[in-house]
T-cell receptor
């Protein structure tokens, strides 16, 4: 079974530039998450999708971050314009419907963003 | 107060010893509790979950939950160097928040030979 795929793995940009991250979840997983993990901290949920609908985006900085999940499969997370404090690893995770109830999230390798 | 707080690390134990990792949470209505392991530069992976008060054992790992004290712990028996990683405690509030995990900051564990 293929895991959660993310790209790019690494990205370096200057502040005020834009960046986009892509995620392809495990086939058949209805729930998709984007987490932000700043160095030395635990992951923080940015947005949760159930199929192509948003379940929770309460911690997404909507003035600069946007995310979409077209057709309920792949997802893109965009940051525009980036700030220094956005430097982090962006983790995409997916879960198989009901198994989300037990918190079994499958994480991708992450996209490491450095903002200079 | 942080929603999920873990004991400050890093924690260093000798090979073969018991490693004890602790976590407290602020939301008394939390329903389910998880321990994820994250190797350096890698993504988190689920190793244990627990819903009910008491102990749950899986091989060398034991999760303990005390909802009255809002406390969760993970014990690793016969620690091995391969257990060296960051351990993340995560909590699910349940209800309409299913699948939404709030993570602690993590505890770095080092098992030295």
């Amino acid at each position: 079974e293929a895991g959660v795929a993310q790209s790019p793995r690494y990205k370096i940009i200057e502040k005020r530039q834009s960046v986009a991250f892509w995620c392809n979840p495990i086939s058949g997983h209805a729930t998709l998450y984007w987490y932000q993990q700043i160095l030395g901290q635990g992951p923080k949920l940015l947005i949760q999708f159930q199929n192509n609908g948003v379940v929770d985006d309460s911690q997404l900085p909507k003035d600069r971050f946007s995310a979409e999940r077209l057709k309920g499969v792949d997802s893109t997370l965009k940051i525009q314009p980036a700030k220094l404090e956005d430097s982090a690893v962006y983790l995409c995770a997916s879960s198989l419907g009901g198994r989300a109830l037990i918190g079994e999230l499958f994480f991708g390798e992450g996209s490491r963003l450095t903002v200079l | 107060q942080k929603e999920v707080e873990q004991n400050s690390g890093p924690l260093s134990v000798p090979e073969g010893a018991i490693a004890s990792l602790n976590c407290t949470y602020s939301d008394r209505g939390s329903q389910s509790f998880f321990w994820y392991r994250q190797y350096s530069g890698k993504s988190p992976e689920l190793i244990m979950f627990i819903y009910s008060n008491g102990d749950k054992e899986d091989g060398r790992f034991t999760a303990q939950l005390n909802k009255a004290s809002q406390y969760v712990s993970l014990l690793i028996r016969d620690s091995q160097p391969s257990d060296s990683a960051t351990y993340l405690c995560a909590v699910n509030a349940g209800g309409t928040s299913y699948g939404k995990l709030t993570f602690g900051q993590g505890t770095i564990l080092t098992v030295h030979p």
